[in-house]
């Protein structure tokens, strides 16, 4: 499809384990974005990639967290030790760039993470 | 560091009625990009202003960025149960394509 894609859409997990979320960008975009939205909440900026770098990893929110991308293309969150803190909507966003929050971002439908 | 408000957080409407929601930034802007989420769905763009003192309208929709560029409002004229969702600002935060969102604004309209 056209737009940013992202699975699995649900996650069910038990605390301890760890769980690994997939984001497919746009075709041709090279700055991508991870987000994090509890229930009710706004997005909380996780870490963004431009190509397959990420200079700005400041919103990971604990050593547990990590991301990479590959082929400037496909992107990875691991959750290392899930806790049940971590259930929240985790959303993907790409954009052509990122030249300077000019760009619009486009988000994909989300991946669902509910730690039990 | 810098930040982003919204308000209010929630808002309650009849059909019919219209709607404000305002951004305020700690810093001044380069942009800012409006966007909308409805309920289970995922934010979608709406705009971008970059001009101070900017004004775009959308159908029923006027967007406005304020003179200083640090504040921002999106108005919705005669609301539709369509327009229900929430609603976010956002400003780019200098470091490369990093946007910081407002909290958002819920819109609930009432048939």
């Known amino acids: 499809g056209a737009g940013v894609s992202q699975s699995p859409s649900n996650k069910v997990t038990e605390k301890g384990k760890d769980v690994e979320l997939r984001c497919d960008p746009i075709s041709g975009h090279t700055a991508l974005y991870w987000y994090r939205q509890s229930l009710g909440q706004g997005l909380e900026f996780l870490i963004y990639f431009q190509g397959n770098s990420a200079p700005d990893k400041s919103g990971l929110p604990s050593d547990r967290f990590s991301a990479e991308r590959t082929g400037g293309s496909v992107s990875t969150l691991t959750i290392q030790r899930t806790q049940q803190e971590d259930s929240a909507v985790y959303l993907c966003?790409?954009?052509?760039?990122?030249?300077?929050?000019?760009?619009?971002?486009?988000f994909g439908p989300g991946t669902r993470l509910l730690v039990l | 560091g810098q930040q982003v408000m919204q308000i209010p957080q929630y808002q309650h409407v009849q059909e019919g009625e219209d709607f404000t929601t305002y951004c305020n930034s700690s810093t001044t802007l380069s942009n800012i990009q409006w966007y909308k989420q409805r309920p289970g769905g995922h934010p979608v763009f709406l705009i971008q202003l970059v001009k101070s003192g900017e004004v775009k309208k959308q159908k029923r929709l006027t967007f406005q960025f304020g003179e200083a560029k640090k504040n921002s409002s999106l108005h919705i004229t005669a609301t539709q149960t369509t327009d229900v969702g929430t609603y976010f600002c956002a400003g780019p935060t200098g470091q490369g394509g990093k946007l910081i969102f407002g909290q958002g604004t819920e819109l609930s309209v009432k048939p």
């Open positions: 966003a790409s954009s052509l760039a990122a030249s300077g929050g000019l760009e619009t971002q486009y």
